[in-house]
């Protein structure tokens, strides 16, 4: 009996081509492809939208060559101490400093992050103070400028010959502060910065320097500067001494010298003057000199306003007429001048000057060459100024 074929075969033994397949069907993409193929588009497209809006925002409002009628050069900006950030953005977009407050916002959070990152010395933010800015400085240019604390400087200037008293007047002219703040402050003495000062003295006057300083705006105090004056007295009188020693005490070399100070209008006579007042120093002769009266008596004479005879007689502790020596304390600021003069006189014989209305003196050995020198100066101006005292 034959064996009945198998109905079916092992697979293995089906020839390849013979296998049966399924039909193929085109392969499809996630939708999550695409959704994000149009994040990335959209995402892209904010950042270069972004990315020139901050190119635009942190340029400067004008460019540093535009001439644009009624936009001024410079700007002034007051920052009260503890103002936000913000409210400082604010207004500098509003003066027209910046073009958009929320950049500025943008970038104060970047200068934090920087000072973290950098671990920087300087703290606390934007700086309070007066500010000179530009609408063609940039963003970020206006930003390190208050971050930095570069405030406006202001200039003062003070003459040699001023008095602590013509300094306050000033110093309250210029709106820094008021001269009897000032005063006060020139009445408190820093021994402890300054140990150098004689002792005993009741103010300051002659030794804040008279020189040109720059100040701060926002920092401004009598007490700045009066620091600043006796640091520059101290840089550039101690060299004098250093230089030419004396036997005067220093408040005696510094009274001498506010008097050669008032007294001298012309450099050139400064060192016989100096010679003049310690020729009578030397003789115990009174030093009689008028501007000691004035400071004395709190005036100021003038050619057609000169000292009364009553006035001369006035007793005052300033009065060199009436007191022999010095005066209690200088009568003004002497400057460098001034000061050298009483360290290296002039040697003479005078013992008596008399001012010229030229800003000249005539110097007599003799009392009585003197009173003739200013019987010719009384009738010379009588004569060019009929009725003039």
Same mark, same amino acid.
């Given at each position: ?27 499809? &993409? =996630?939708?999550?492809?695409?959704? !994000?193929?149009? %994040?990335? #588009? $959209?995402?892209?497209?904010?950042? /270069?939208?972004? +990315? ?32 936000? &950030? =913000?409210?400082?953005?604010?207004? !500098?977009?509003? %003066?027209? #400093? $910046?073009?958009?407050?929320?950049? /500025?916002?943008? +970038? ?45 400087? $202001? ?235």
């Amino acid at each position: 009996m034959k064996p009945v074929p198998p109905t079916s075969q092992h697979p293995d033994s089906i020839p390849k081509s013979s296998r049966s397949r399924k039909p193929s069907s085109p392969k499809r &993409s =996630s939708p999550w492809r695409w959704v !994000l193929l149009v %994040l990335l #588009l $959209i995402l892209g497209g904010a950042g /270069w939208q972004g +990315w020139r809006w901050w190119t635009w925002a942190k340029e400067p409002v004008n460019s540093s060559d535009s001439n644009a009628a009624g936009v001024p050069a410079t700007i002034q900006l007051e920052i009260p101490v503890g103002t936000p &950030s =913000s409210v400082i953005g604010d207004r !500098l977009h509003s %003066l027209g #400093l $910046i073009r958009s407050a929320t950049a /500025w916002d943008l +970038w104060s959070h970047w200068l934090n992050l920087r000072q973290t990152w950098r671990d920087d010395e300087h703290t606390g933010g934007f700086q309070a103070g007066v500010y000179q800015l530009s609408p063609s400085q940039s963003l970020p240019q206006v930003a390190e400028m208050i971050w930095w604390g570069e405030v406006q400087s $202001i200039a003062i200037t003070i003459p040699e010959g001023w008095s602590l008293e013509k300094m306050g007047r000033y110093f309250q002219g210029q709106g820094l502060f008021s001269a009897e703040a000032f005063l006060a402050a020139a009445r408190q003495i820093p021994y402890d910065r300054f140990p150098w000062l004689p002792g005993n003295i009741p103010h300051l006057e002659g030794y804040l320097f008279p020189d040109t300083y720059q100040l701060s705006y926002n920092s401004v105090t009598p007490e700045e500067v009066i620091n600043l004056m006796l640091q520059q007295f101290e840089t550039v009188a101690f060299p004098l001494r250093e230089n030419a020693p004396t036997a005067f005490t220093l408040q005696e070399w510094v009274t001498l010298a506010s008097i050669v100070e008032k007294e001298a209008v012309l450099p050139e006579e400064r060192d016989r003057i100096a010679g003049v007042l310690l020729n009578r120093l030397d003789l115990a002769m009174p030093l009689q000199v008028d501007p000691t009266v004035e400071y004395g008596l709190g005036i100021q004479q003038t050619p057609d306003r000169p000292l009364t005879l009553n006035e001369v007689r006035t007793p005052s502790p300033y009065n060199t007429y009436i007191n022999p020596g010095l005066p209690p304390t200088p009568i003004a600021s002497p400057g460098k001048g001034s000061l050298q003069a009483i360290l290296t006189p002039e040697t003479n014989d005078y013992l008596y000057f008399v001012a010229r209305y030229d800003g000249t003196h005539v110097f007599s050995r003799t009392l009585a060459e003197h009173e003739a020198a200013q019987d010719q100066i009384h009738s010379a101006r009588e004569l060019a100024n009929p009725g003039a005292n």
